[in-house]
């Protein structure tokens, strides 16, 4: 049921007995014990604007609604990630070391990020994760802090595993003893802060274009495309009329697409890097498979004993992989990191 037109009579009397446990509500209107006035307050968000039937509409259409995971990842050293009460447990607790695993697991949605009926009034679109986020994985043994402004609400979630024990570069041989070793899907944050746990080699650029004070939201929540793009989908690709087309409008402020001769050269820009990239992936995977230490077939590690930077090598070919924006997140250090990766396995002679 959809209340965003009338939030009058019943509903709100009913919320109201069960928030203040009062009688019938007097003649000016239901007011709780804590004296909100429901009229006056829920008005602020529930009136004819349509702002949370926007929101809702692209939300709707997005992967955190449906994905799916919730229910496949609803265990133990996932629900903090994948279930929106897993999440609010570990912000109220501040730790995942005991959380709840939820008997009716729910995606990320507007109760996850937004304080929600907590004030009932417009001050709960405040984000329930708004502080900087020390990340999970040390990079050179220093910890690591993403403090991009709303985009802190990501960083919790879309941030790397730590691989553990972690291999030694140039150290002694590894064992892999599970074939999931990697950073998981979401190495997101600790690419575009160019701290990846891996680095081999030198000549890492120290600066990354796309690393803004925005962080996420500038490219991922820019101005929508329907409900298919950007806003509160987050995607940054929509179908227009059977072609898959890319939403540029985070891209504007720096790459000039103003004239149709400008936007092809910046899409051709972004495909050729991207098929750079993906040609720099292919190249290290045929070293990994040589190697024995990947399997393409189902896209996991093999276990057994192997070198120590080819498991760093593999290692690295996991994180540009799972972050999946084919090194857009951090172009330069992306490029490196697979160059480095790839002249190690060549030194293994593979
Ligand atoms: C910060 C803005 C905001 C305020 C203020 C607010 N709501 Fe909501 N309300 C929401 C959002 C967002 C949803 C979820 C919409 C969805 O899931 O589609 C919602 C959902 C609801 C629903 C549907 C059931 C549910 O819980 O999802 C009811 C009923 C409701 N609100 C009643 C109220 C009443 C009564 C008040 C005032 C006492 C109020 N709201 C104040 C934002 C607000
Ligand atoms: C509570 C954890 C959590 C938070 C907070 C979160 N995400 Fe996600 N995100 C996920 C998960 C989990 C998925 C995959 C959902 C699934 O598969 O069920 C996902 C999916 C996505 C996707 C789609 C990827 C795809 O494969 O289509 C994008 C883009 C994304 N998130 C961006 C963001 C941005 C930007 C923010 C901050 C505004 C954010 N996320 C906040 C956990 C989170
Ligand atoms: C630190 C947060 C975090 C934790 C903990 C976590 N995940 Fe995820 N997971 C994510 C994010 C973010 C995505 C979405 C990545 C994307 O779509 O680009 C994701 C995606 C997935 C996917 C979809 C992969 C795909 O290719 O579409 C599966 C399956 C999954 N996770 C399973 C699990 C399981 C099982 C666990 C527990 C063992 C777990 N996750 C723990 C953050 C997490
Ligand atoms: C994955 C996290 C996430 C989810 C889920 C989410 N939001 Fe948001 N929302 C954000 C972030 C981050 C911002 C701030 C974006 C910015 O700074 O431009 C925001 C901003 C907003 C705003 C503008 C608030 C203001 O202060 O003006 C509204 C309204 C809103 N969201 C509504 C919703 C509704 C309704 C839902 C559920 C359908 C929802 N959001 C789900 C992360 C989320
Ligand atoms: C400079 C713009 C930019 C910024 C900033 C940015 N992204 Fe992306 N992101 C992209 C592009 C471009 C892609 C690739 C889209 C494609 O090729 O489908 C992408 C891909 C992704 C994907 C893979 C799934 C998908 O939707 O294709 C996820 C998940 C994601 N980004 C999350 C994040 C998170 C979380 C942050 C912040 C920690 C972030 N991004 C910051 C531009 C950006
Ligand atoms: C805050 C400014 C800013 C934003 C926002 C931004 N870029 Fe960039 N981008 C740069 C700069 C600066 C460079 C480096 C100079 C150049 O190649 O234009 C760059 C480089 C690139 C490159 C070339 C990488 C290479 O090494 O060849 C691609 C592709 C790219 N950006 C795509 C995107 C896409 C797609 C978006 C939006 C989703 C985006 N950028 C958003 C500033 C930005």
Same mark, same amino acid.
């Given at each position: 049921?959809?209340? =965003? ?5 019943? !509903? ?18 239901? /007011? ?10 829920? %008005? ?27 229910? =496949? ?24 070391? &005991? ?6 697991? #729910? ?30 994985? /040390?990079?050179?043994?220093?910890? !690591? ?37 990697? !950073? ?19 000549? =890492? ?5 796309? &690393? ?5 939201? /500038?490219?991922? #929540? ?11 989908? #987050? ?37 050729? =890097? ?39 090598? $593999? ?20 490029? /490196? ?7 190690? #396995? %060549?030194?293994?002679? $593979?």
């Amino acid at each position: 049921m959809k209340l =965003y037109h009338k939030v009058t009579g019943f !509903v709100v009397a009913g919320l109201f007995v069960l928030a203040s446990c009062e009688g019938p509500a007097g003649p000016t209107g239901p /007011k709780g014990e804590d004296g909100i006035d429901a009229n006056a307050n829920c %008005t602020e968000c529930h009136n004819n604007n349509a702002l949370i039937a926007v929101k809702s509409a692209q939300w709707e259409s997005s992967t955190h609604a449906l994905g799916g995971n919730a229910a =496949y990842a609803n265990r133990t050293g996932c629900v903090q990630c994948h279930t929106s009460q897993g999440f609010l447990e570990s912000v109220a607790e501040g730790s995942t070391a &005991s959380l709840t695993v939820p008997a009716e697991p #729910m995606q990320i949605n507007c109760y996850t990020c937004h304080e929600i009926h907590t004030t009932f009034t417009d001050d709960d679109w405040a984000l329930t994760s708004p502080g900087a986020v020390k990340l999970n994985v /040390k990079y050179n043994g220093t910890d !690591v802090t993403w403090d991009k402004g709303t985009s802190n609400q990501c960083a919790s979630c879309h941030q790397a595993f730590a691989v553990s024990p972690a291999p030694a570069f140039g150290g002694p041989d590894y064992e892999i003893t599970s074939t999931r070793i990697g !950073v998981h899907h979401g190495p997101n944050t600790n690419l575009i802060l160019g701290k990846t746990a891996f680095e081999i080699g030198t000549g =890492y650029p120290a600066t990354n274009p796309h &690393s803004t004070a925005d962080g996420c939201i /500038k490219c991922h #929540m820019s101005t929508p495309y329907g409900y298919q793009a950007g806003g509160h989908n #987050m995607s940054l690709k929509y179908d227009s009329h059977g072609t898959e087309t890319r939403l540029l409008t985070g891209c504007t402020p720096c790459h000039d697409i103003s004239s149709s001769t400008l936007l092809t050269a910046f899409n051709t820009k972004i495909t050729d =890097y991207q098929e750079d990239i993906q040609e720099k992936l292919t190249t290290l995977e045929n070293k990994l498979i040589a190697a024995g230490i990947y399997n393409s077939t189902n896209g996991l590690a093999k276990t057994g004993t192997f070198k120590a930077n080819a498991v760093i090598a $593999y290692l690295n070919y996991n994180t540009i992989k799972e972050d999946r924006s084919l090194g857009i997140h951090n172009p330069n250090y992306s490029e /490196k990191l697979l160059d480095n990766s790839i002249t190690a #396995m %060549t030194d293994l002679g $593979y």
